[in-house]
């Protein structure tokens, strides 16, 4: 990802420095590169986090994925403050430094020996009940990341209404920078480390079980076995996960169901987010319009995917501990907000239009958020399935934003006799692309509360080969016989408490 981006923003600025072609097709091409790059630092570093912190799953969402989309806000105000007025090849020139530097500082943390996936570090990945020991330092940086939205709504906001001096504009950059390197600090405040002698008598005395709950471990420890071994030392069964690859889990029903809502949520994320001065134009005239206000609908639109992101980070944990419910619940929640959501854009305008774009934007925040920790929760190779529904946002800016919005919005333009055919005033202008996004929506609802019927039943774990047969998420236990019990109980934690085991053979 570093060495692609790299590459990418240097093409950027031989294009602006004049040395490159600067035909429309060249910066297509160059920032297309940086796009791609820029999933492989999300899927890179988000996948590897999730298995070192398994426990901490709904905090590392709640940072990582959060500040993936706050970051622009930061890059935007560190161009005001510096290169607002200067030639922007060398604002691309720092964003190859700056892509050079936390590339390889990421790519130095991953090849850490703690995040090593055979190696645990007691409540991180293994012993639940030590979880507590690192509440100090997320909520450090659960805190800094409240400031931190905070801090770049304000400075929005006030840009959008107040014209910002230059003085002011380098002040609000270098607080962006400080806030941004203030997440540094919470090195001082991790736990420190037990002596190796003292961790290996507790792990021993954590390893004795009764006959009936004895578990073999091979040398090399899995993703499994980390799981398993947690579970144990929490009397509590292991999390069941599927264990196939992509190749065979494609052809199941539920691949497609999470498909087809993600399609959905994602179209009308991308519909929106791309168009908010045409909806703007729009819903309350092009004569009408304050640029300024366009500002306070992007940022909103960006405070409210960051909120919907840092609320399925918070309520995850609760929502297993306290509720006894999977994150899958939460699979339904973005697609009912946008059906509720899209609809706003054709009774309101003007300032009005604030309360559709945070009602998307939360949704929008809820999609990624829940998606990532889902397929996290379903698959014990969760990097390309993650992957796969990424062909459905592949697909939307072609379906919703060019096929879609642009025909639709160009054609009554036309139709008006604008002089721009970025100016169409009407309800009209957005009718059909609105009705589309909410309709499919709608559709995703019930195909959202259908996946989340069949992740209940496990119909997608059922069929996962037991020990000696490719490995197992199912069971902890080396025996064939406790996988229905294993089952039943992992999906619904104390069903089995007065069940006998001969009806759970059954």
Same mark, same amino acid.
């Given at each position: 990802?570093?060495?692609?981006? /790299? ?9 602006? !420095? ?26 890179? &570093? %988000? ?15 709640? #940072? ?8 622009? !806000?930061?890059?935007?105000? #560190? ?5 607002? *007025? ?12 700056? @892509? ?54 304000? /400075? ?10 230059? !003085? ?68 509590? %069964? ?34 929106? *987010? ?13 004569? $009408?319009?304050?640029? &300024? ?9 960006? #405070?409210? @995917? ?44 003007? &300032? ?22 889902? #397929? ?24 919703? $934003?060019?096929?879609?919005? @642009? !025909?639709?919005?160009?054609?009554? @333009? ?12 009407? %309800? ?12 499919? *929506? ?16 496990? &119909? ?23 996988? *229905? ?22």
């Amino acid at each position: 990802g570093a060495t692609i981006n /790299i590459v990418g923003w240097l093409l950027m600025f031989g294009i602006f !420095s004049g040395t490159l072609s600067q035909a429309l097709g060249s910066v297509v091409v160059c920032y297309s590169i940086t796009q791609l790059a820029a999933t492989f630092f999300e899927t890179g &570093s %988000v996948i590897p986090n999730l298995d070192a912190f398994s426990l901490h799953e709904g905090r590392i969402v709640t #940072i990582q994925k959060t500040f993936m989309g706050l970051g622009t !806000s930061v890059i935007a105000a #560190i161009f005001n403050a510096f290169y607002l *007025n200067t030639d922007l090849k060398w604002f691309f020139l720092s964003l190859c430094v700056l @892509s050079g530097v936390a590339g390889g500082l990421g790519a130095w943390i991953i090849r850490r020996p703690q995040l090593d996936p055979t190696v645990t570090c007691r409540g991180l990945n293994v012993a639940e009940e030590l979880r507590s020991r690192y509440d100090t330092p997320f909520y450090y940086c659960i805190g800094l990341l409240f400031v931190n939205i905070a801090f770049l709504f304000t /400075i929005d906001l006030v840009g959008a209404v107040h014209p910002v001096g230059d !003085s002011a504009r380098v002040a609000f950059g270098i607080v962006a920078i400080v806030l941004s390197a203030a997440f540094f600090g919470v090195m001082v405040l991790l736990p420190k480390r037990h002596s190796r002698s003292a961790q290996a008598a507790h792990e021993d005395a954590a390893a004795a079980f009764d006959d009936d709950d004895q578990r073999i471990y091979s040398p090399r420890i899995t993703d499994f076995e980390q799981a398993a071994a947690a579970a144990v030392a929490a009397h509590d %069964v292991p999390i069941v996960r599927n264990v196939h690859g992509l190749v065979k889990n494609v052809r199941r029903p539920e691949m497609w169901l999470m498909w087809y809502v993600s399609f959905a949520t994602w179209g009308a994320m991308t519909l929106v *987010n791309a168009n908010t001065m045409e909806i703007y134009k729009a819903t309350t005239g092009p004569k $009408n319009v304050v640029a &300024s206000q366009n500002g306070v609908f992007v940022s909103l639109f960006g #405070i409210g @995917s960051a909120l919907g992101r840092v609320f399925v980070g918070l309520l995850k944990e609760p929502l297993r501990r306290r509720m006894g419910k999977e994150i899958w619940w939460m699979f339904p929640i973005a697609p009912t907000l946008m059906t509720a959501g899209m609809p706003l854009f054709l009774f309101m305008s003007g &300032s009005a239009l604030r309360v559709p774009m945070l009602v998307v934007g939360f949704a929008t925040g809820i999609a990624w958020g829940a998606t990532v920790l889902i #397929i996290k929760r379903l698959f014990t190779e969760p990097g390309r399935h993650y992957s796969f529904l990424y062909t459905a946002g592949m697909l939307t800016p072609v379906f919703f $934003n060019l096929w879609l919005f @642009s !025909s639709t919005y160009e054609h009554h @333009s036309e139709s008006q006799h604008q002089l721009r055919r970025s100016d169409c005033d009407g %309800v009209e202008c957005i009718l059909v692309p609105v009705l589309v996004c909410t309709a499919l *929506n709608a559709v995703a609802i019930a195909v959202a509360f259908v996946a989340v019927r069949r992740f209940e039943l496990g &119909s997608i774990f059922v069929d996962a080969p037991v020990d000696g047969d490719g490995g197992t998420a199912i069971a902890a236990r080396g025996d064939e016989k406790h996988v *229905n019990a294993d089952l039943t109980e992992a999906l619904h934690p104390g069903s089995q408490d007065d069940v006998q085991p001969e009806k759970v053979q059954g």
